[in-house]
C-alpha cells in the first residue's frame, strides 16, 4: 500500500452515490458479533455502556427519592444499602472507566494516528465480550438480591458478615477488570508502534497523550485490584482468614490493597475527558492548545503520582500520622498538574474565534465544574479537614463533581463532536444545546448542597438521617429530577438523528486532525492511503508561529 | 456551619475558611476568565484566523509555583491540626469505647457504662480507646470535628476537649451493614459539676453504674488466673514479665527488636501471646483468644495501667488502685 | 515485497511492525502480571514481616526436596524453550518441535509433583479453611501462610496450565509449517512468557519453601 502526502484540507465532496463504508459494508448480527473492526467494536461498546448507565441512574433515581425523607420510608435499609453500592459499581466498573477510552478511544486512537485499526484487533473484541461477560455476572448478583457491601467491599464485612451476593459481583468485577487491561494494552502497543509517517510523539493530539496515560493506568492498577478481589473471594467462601483479625489477618491491608488501584482508577476516569477537551476548545477556538508540552506532560505526571496517594482515602483508618504526612502532601502534588491544564485550557481561548455548539458548551462546563470538584479535593488531602469530612457527603460531592460534571459532560461533549463521524448524521444543535443547559443546572442543583451537607456532618450511606438535613436534601433531590431529565434528551435525539439528522460531511466542524481528513462514516480501512503527517497538532493558523 | 464544641473545631473550621476563599477565588477567575475569553472573542466571521500562540513559560511557572506555594501552605496547616489531635494530654481522662453492630458501648473511668450515649465534663480532655467487635465502624461527632475509625482486632485512639455545653449528634461514620444509619447516638457536655453529679447517679440519662474498669480489670485477672505467672515470684522464679509500671515502658523482645508497651501491645500480648516474646522469659504464655471479649479486654488493660512501679499484683488479696 | 506473508494481519504495515507490535505487547502484558503477583507477594510480605516466627515454622512443613526439584525441573524449561525460540530463528522446523515438547513434558512434571505436594498437604490438614489444623499456639497464623502459599502457587500453576496450552497450539502450527526464520514471533512471544511463570516460581520457592533454613 503506498502512502502519500496529504494536503490539509477541510471537506471532501459529498458522494451521490451511496458509498460504502464501515456501518454498511455488511450487515447482520454476526457481522457485528464478530467484527474486528475497532470503529464497531466501539458502538458496541457505546450501546452496552449506556445500558448499564441508565441502570445506575435508575438505582440513583431511587436513592434521591428515599433521601427525600429523613425518615427511611421509601425503601428498607437492607435495600437502600444495595442500592447505593449497585449504583457506585454500576457506575464506576461498567460505565466510567470504559466510557471514554472503550467508545471514543477505540474509536478514534487509530484514526488520529493515521493506522488501519489497533493494533490487537481480536483482542479488542474479546475485550468487549469480557466486559459483557462481567457485566452479565454482576446483573446476575443484582438479579438474586444484589450485594450491600458498598463498592469499596471493606472487610472484615463483605468477607464475614455480609448477607448477600459478594462472590458473585467479585466475580463480576474480577471479569471486567481484564477488559480494562487488555483495552490499556492495546492502545500502548498502537500509539508505540502504528503512527503515521511524520507522527511524532509532540506532535499527537492530546487526547492521544490522554489515552496513553491512562494506559498505563489501565495496566499497572487494574491486576492488583483484581488480585485483591480474588483474596476476598477466597475468604468468603473459604473461611481463610487473610483480612480477618480473628485469623491474626488486617481488615487495613485489604484497604490498601483496594486503594492502590481504586484511586489510580479516579485518573482513569478523568484523564481521558482531559483529552476530548483539548480537542474541543481547540477547534471551537481554531487555535493551538496552550502549552501543549505542559499539557502532554501533566497527563504522563498525574498517572505517575496519581499511584502515590493512595493513603488519602485512610486518614482516619488507623494508619499511621506519618504515612498520612506523606499521602496528603502527594496529594497535594497530584492536583498541580490538573490546575496546569485548566490554565491552560483558559488561555487557549485567549484571542481565539470562540463558537458556541454544543461540544463547546460542554467543554465550558467540564471546566467550571472541574475546577470545583478538584479544588475540592484539596479540602480532602488536608489532614485536618479530612477527619472531620471523611465519609461525608463532602466527600460524595467531590468526587460526583469530577465524575459526572468532569468526566461525563466531557463523554457527551465527545460524542457530539466525533458523532457526524462516527455515524455520518449530525445531531440537533437546538435540542442539544438545551440539554446541555439542562444537564449543567440539574448536576449543580443535585451536588452542590452536599458540600454543606458535608460539612455539617451528614454522613454518606446513610438510609435515614436527622430532620435537619431534609431541606439540602430535598434540594439535591429536586435538582436529580432535573439531571435525570437532562440525560434523556440527548439519548432520543441521538436516536431520531440516526434516521433524521442532516447528513454530515467528511469536516463539518472545520477541524485539524487525521480523523477530519477520512469521510464520515469512515471506509473500514480508514484511509485509503497511509497519511504522511508534516504539522504539528491543532495547527489552525497558516502564518508562522508567534509567541514563545 | 455546625456547632463549635470543642477546642479543636475553630481551628478546624479557619483552615475550612481559608481553603473556601481561596477556592472560590480561582474558581472565580476561571469562571470569570472563560465567559470574558469566550464572549470577547466570539467569532465574528467564518474566516477569521487567530494568531497561533503556542505558550508562555513565564505563565506556566507563574500558574504552577503559586498553586504549589499555597497547596503547601495548605499541607502544613492541616498537618499541624492533624498532629495535635494525635497525641492526647497527659491530663486527659481514659474512656473505652467498643462498637458492635449496631450500637456503642462506652465506658467510664469511674465505673458508669453508656450505651449511644456519652456524657463529658466540659474543659477536659478525654481520651478514647475505641475497638469493635465486629467490622470497622467509625466514631464521628460532626460538632467536634473528629472522627476516628473503630477497627476489630485493634485500638485505635483519639482524644477532644469539649468546649461548649449542649447535646450533639454521634454517627457511625464508616458503612457496616444493615442498621449503618441508626448507629448513631448523642453526645452531651455538661458543666463540671453536673458531670461529677451525673457520674455518680445517672440521672436522667439510660446509664448503668458499675465498678471502675480497673476494679473489674483486677478481678478478671484473678479469674482468668493471669496472676499465677505475672504475680510476684514463685521461690524467686519469675514465669512471666513484670507487669508493675509496664504501660508505656519499652519492652525488649527476644526477637532483638524493643518495642513500647502501649494499648496494642498489651491486648495483643493475652490474645496472641506468641507475636512478641519477652526477652529471657519462656513462651509459655497460653492464648485468650475467645475467652475474654472486647470489653474484658480493655478491662484489663485499664488495670494494668492503673499499676504503679511498684506495686506488684498480689496473690491473696485484690489489687489496689 | 509483491505479496504479503500469510501471517502479516492487515492493520501492519509489514512483518517487523507486527514482530515490533507483539514483542511490545507481550512486555506491557507482562508487567500486568507482575504487578497481579505483586498484590499476592505484598500481602505475603506483610504477614510475614508481623508474624516471622509462626511463617518459619509452617514453612518447615513444606516439602524442601519436591520444591527444589522442581525449581530445577522448571529452568530447565526455561533452556528448552530458549533452544526453542533459537530454533524458530533459525527455521529449523524439527528442533523447534522437539525443544516445545521437551518444554512441555518439563512443564507437565512440575505440575505432577505439585499434585503429589498438594495432596500431601491435604492429608495432612494442612488445607486452610475448616479442616486446617496445626499443632502449637502458631495455628492462625500458619493458616495464614498456607493461604498465601495456596494463592500463588496455586495462581502460578494456573499460568503453567494456560503456558502449556500455549505450546500445544504453538507444536499444531510447527507441524504445519507456519514458522520460518522471516515469521517466527508467536515462539518468542509464548518465550517470554514461559520465562516470565519460571521467574515468579525463582520469587516462590526461597520466600516459601525456604524461610529460616541454612
Given amino acids: 500500500m503506498s502512502t502519500v502526502a496529504v494536503e490539509a484540507r477541510d471537506d471532501f465532496p459529498t458522494a451521490t452515490a451511496p458509498r460504502e463504508h464501515y456501518l454498511n459494508v455488511n450487515y447482520g448480527v454476526k457481522s457485528w458479533l464478530l467484527t474486528t473492526d475497532h470503529k464497531r467494536i466501539a458502538l458496541l461498546y457505546l450501546a452496552s455502556i449506556t445500558l448499564f448507565f441508565f441502570l445506575g441512574g435508575f438505582f440513583a433515581v431511587v436513592i434521591r427519592l428515599e433521601l427525600m425523607t429523613p425518615a427511611g ?65 454482576t446483573l446476575c448478583a443484582a438479579v438474586l438480591g444484589g450485594v450491600d457491601t458498598g463498592w469499596t467491599f471493606y472487610t472484615p464485612y463483605s468477607t464475614t458478615y455480609a448477607n448477600s451476593n459478594v462472590i458473585l459481583t467479585a466475580v463480576g468485577v474480577f471479569i471486567t477488570g481484564f477488559s480494562s487491561i487488555l483495552t490499556g494494552l492495546n492502545f500502548i502497543v498502537t500509539i508505540h508502534t502504528m503512527r503515521a509517517p511524520g507522527l511524532t510523539w509532540f506532535r499527537l493530539p492530546l487526547f492521544i497523550w490522554a489515552h496513553y496515560a491512562t494506559s498505563l493506568i489501565m495496566i499497572l492498577g487494574t491486576p492488583v485490584v483484581a488480585i485483591t478481589i480474588v483474596l476476598v473471594a477466597l475468604e468468603r467462601g473459604l473461611h481463610i482468614g487473610i483480612f480477618d483479625p480473628a485469623l491474626g489477618g488486617d481488615p487495613v491491608l485489604f484497604q490498601h490493597l483496594f486503594w492502590f488501584y481504586s484511586h489510580p482508577a479516579v485518573y482513569i476516569m478523568i484523564l481521558p475527558a482531559m483529552g476530548v477537551i483539548s480537542e474541543l476548545i481547540t477547534c471551537f477556538s481554531r487555535k493551538r492548545i496552550f502549552g501543549y508540552g505542559f499539557i502532554a506532560f501533566s497527563s504522563v505526571a498525574i498517572a505517575v503520582l496519581g499511584f502515590f496517594v493512595w493513603g488519602h482515602h485512610m486518614f482516619v483508618s488507623s494508619q499511621s500520622v506519618y504515612a498520612g504526612l506523606v ?26 474565534s470562540v463558537s458556541y455548539e454544543t461540544p463547546m458548551l460542554y467543554a465550558f462546563g467540564f471546566i467550571g465544574l472541574f475546577t470545583i470538584g478538584g479544588l475540592t479535593g484539596l479540602f480532602l488531602a488536608s489532614l485536618g479537614l479530612d477527619v472531620h469530612v471523611h465519609d461525608t457527603y463532602f466527600v460524595v460531592a467531590h468526587f460526583h463533581y469530577i465524575m459526572v460534571g468532569g468526566a461525563i459532560m466531557a463523554y457527551l461533549g465527545g460524542l457530539h463532536f466525533w458523532w457526524p463521524k462516527m455515524t455520518g448524521r449530525m445531531y440537533p444543535e437546538g435540542w442539544a444545546r438545551l440539554g446541555a443547559l439542562i444537564i449543567f443546572i ?50 432520543v435525539y441521538f436516536l431520531w438523528s440516526l434516521r433524521y439528522g442532516a447528513v454530515a460531511s467528511a469536516n463539518p466542524w472545520r477541524a ?37 | 456551619m455546625p456547632e463549635k464544641a470543642s477546642t479543636l473545631a475553630p481551628r478546624v473550621d479557619a483552615l475550612y475558611y481559608f481553603l473556601i476563599s481561596v477556592s472560590v477565588f480561582f474558581a472565580t477567575l476561571i469562571f470569570v476568565l472563560v465567559i470574558y475569553f469566550a464572549v470577547k472573542y466570539r467569532r465574528r466571521s467564518a474566516t477569521e484566523q487567530p494568531l497561533p500562540i503556542e505558550g508562555d513559560l513565564r505563565l506556566e511557572l507563574l500558574w504552577t509555583l503559586i498553586p504549589f506555594g499555597l497547596a503547601m501552605i495548605m499541607f502544613g496547616w492541616g498537618a499541624n491540626l492533624y498532629f ?40 477536659q480532655a478525654v481520651k478514647l480507646t475505641m475497638t469493635s467487635e465486629d467490622v470497622i465502624h467509625s466514631f464521628f461527632i460532626p460538632a467536634f470535628r473528629m472522627k476516628m475509625d473503630v477497627v476489630p482486632g485493634r485500638y485505635t485512639t483519639t482524644w ?62 484473678q479469674e482468668q488466673r493471669c496472676v499465677t505467672c505475672h504475680g510476684g515470684s514463685v521461690s524467686g522464679v519469675k514465669l512471666g514479665p513484670s507487669l508493675a509500671g509496664l504501660f508505656g515502658k519499652s519492652v525488649q523482645l527476644q526477637s532483638g527488636e524493643t518495642v513500647t508497651a502501649d494499648e496494642g501491645y498489651i491486648r495483643e500480648s493475652i490474645l496472641n501471646p506468641m507475636a512478641k516474646l519477652v526477652t529471657g522469659y519462656q513462651p509459655i504464655m497460653p492464648t485468650y483468644q475467645g475467652q475474654i471479649d472486647e470489653e474484658g479486654l480493655l478491662q484489663l488493660l485499664a488495670y494494668i495501667r492503673s499499676l504503679r512501679e511498684t506495686v506488684e499484683p498480689s496473690r491473696e488479696t485484690r489489687a489496689e488502685q | 515485497m509483491s505479496e504479503s506473508h500469510r501471517a502479516l494481519a492487515h492493520q501492519f504495515d509489514d512483518l517487523e511492525q507486527q514482530a515490533e507490535a507483539a514483542t511490545l505487547g507481550i512486555w ?43 525449581t530445577v525441573v522448571l529452568i530447565g524449561s526455561s533452556f528448552t524453550m530458549a533452544l526453542a525460540v533459537h530454533a524458530a530463528q533459525s527455521g529449523k522446523r524439527r528442533a523447534l518441535i522437539a525443544f516445545l515438547l521437551a518444554t512441555m513434558l518439563l512443564g507437565a512434571i512440575f505440575l505432577g509433583i505439585k499434585v503429589v505436594e498438594y495432596s500431601h ?12 489444623t496445626f499443632p502449637g499456639a502458631y495455628a492462625p497464623q500458619a493458616q495464614l501462610f498456607f493461604s498465601f502459599y495456596f494463592a500463588m502457587t496455586g495462581m502460578h500453576a494456573v499460568h503453567m496450565i494456560i503456558g502449556l496450552a500455549i505450546l500445544s497450539v504453538l507444536v499444531g502450527r510447527a507441524w504445519r509449517n507456519r514458522f520460518s526464520a522471516i515469521y517466527f514471533a508467536p515462539v518468542e512471544v509464548t518465550g517470554l512468557y514461559w520465562h516470565f511463570v519460571d521467574i515468579v516460581w525463582i520469587f516462590l520457592f526461597p520466600l516459601l519453601y525456604l524461610i529460616g533454613r541454612h
Fill in chain 1, 73 to 137: 420510608d421509601l425503601v428498607q435499609s437492607e435495600t437502600y444499602n444495595k442500592l447505593f453500592t449497585m449504583h457506585g459499581l454500576i457506575m464506576i466498573f461498567f460505565f466510567l472507566i470504559p466510557s471514554i477510552p472503550a467508545v471514543l478511544g477505540n474509536f478514534l486512537v487509530p484514526m488520529m494516528i493515521g493506522a488501519r485499526d489497533l493494533a490487537f484487533p481480536r483482542l479488542n473484541l474479546l475485550s468487549w465480550y469480557i466486559y459483557v461477560l462481567g457485566g452479565l455476572f
Fill in chain 1, 327 to 352: 499521602f496528603s502532601v502527594l496529594s497535594f502534588l497530584v492536583a498541580i498538574p490538573s490546575a496546569i491544564k485548566v490554565f491552560n485550557w483558559t488561555a487557549t481561548l485567549y484571542k481565539g
Fill in chain 1, 442 to 491: 440539574g448536576f449543580n442543583l443535585t451536588f452542590f448542597p452536599q458540600f454543606i451537607l458535608g460539612y455539617l456532618g451528614m454522613p454518606r450511606r446513610y438510609h435515614m438521617y436527622p430532620p435537619e438535613f431534609q431541606i439540602l436534601n430535598v434540594m439535591s433531590s429536586a435538582g436529580a429530577s432535573i439531571l435525570g431529565v437532562g440525560y434523556l434528551i440527548p439519548m
Fill in chain 1, 512 to 548: 485539524k486532525g487525521l480523523e477530519w481528513q477520512t469521510p464520515s462514516p469512515p471506509p473500514t480501512e480508514n484511509f485509503s492511503e497511509t497519511p504522511i503527517v508534516t504539522e504539528e497538532a491543532y495547527n489552525y493558523a497558516r502564518q508562522e508561529a508567534v509567541g514563545v
Fill in chain 2, 84 to 123: 495535635s489531635t494525635s497525641r492526647a494530654p497527659s491530663d486527659a481522662s481514659n474512656l473505652y469505647v467498643v462498637g458492635k453492630q449496631w450500637m456503642w458501648k462506652i465506658q467510664h473511668p469511674e465505673g458508669r457504662r453508656e450505651i449511644n450515649e456519652l456524657h463529658v465534663p466540659v474543659g
Fill in chain 2, 160 to 221: 477532644f476537649e469539649a468546649s461548649k455545653v449542649g447535646e450533639y449528634h454521634l454517627f457511625c461514620a464508616e458503612y457496616c451493614g444493615t442498621r449503618h444509619s441508626q448507629m448513631i447516638g448523642r453526645i452531651v457536655v455538661m458543666e463540671p459539676v453536673q458531670y461529677e453529679h451525673w457520674l455518680a447517679t445517672g440521672n436522667g440519662s439510660a446509664s448503668t453504674s458499675g465498678e471502675a474498669p480497673e476494679v473489674a480489670g483486677a478481678r478478671l485477672f
Fill in chain 3, 28 to 70: 506491557a502484558f507482562l508487567i500486568t502480571e507482575i504487578l497481579f503477583f505483586g498484590g499476592l507477594f505484598t500481602g505475603y510480605a506483610v504477614y510475614r514481616t508481623n508474624y516471622p516466627q509462626a511463617f518459619a515454622e509452617a514453612s518447615h512443613h513444606l516439602d524442601i526436596l519436591l520444591g527444589g526439584i522442581n
Fill in chain 3, 121 to 132: 498437604k491435604f492429608v495432612d490438614h494442612l488445607v486452610p479453611g475448616r479442616t486446617f
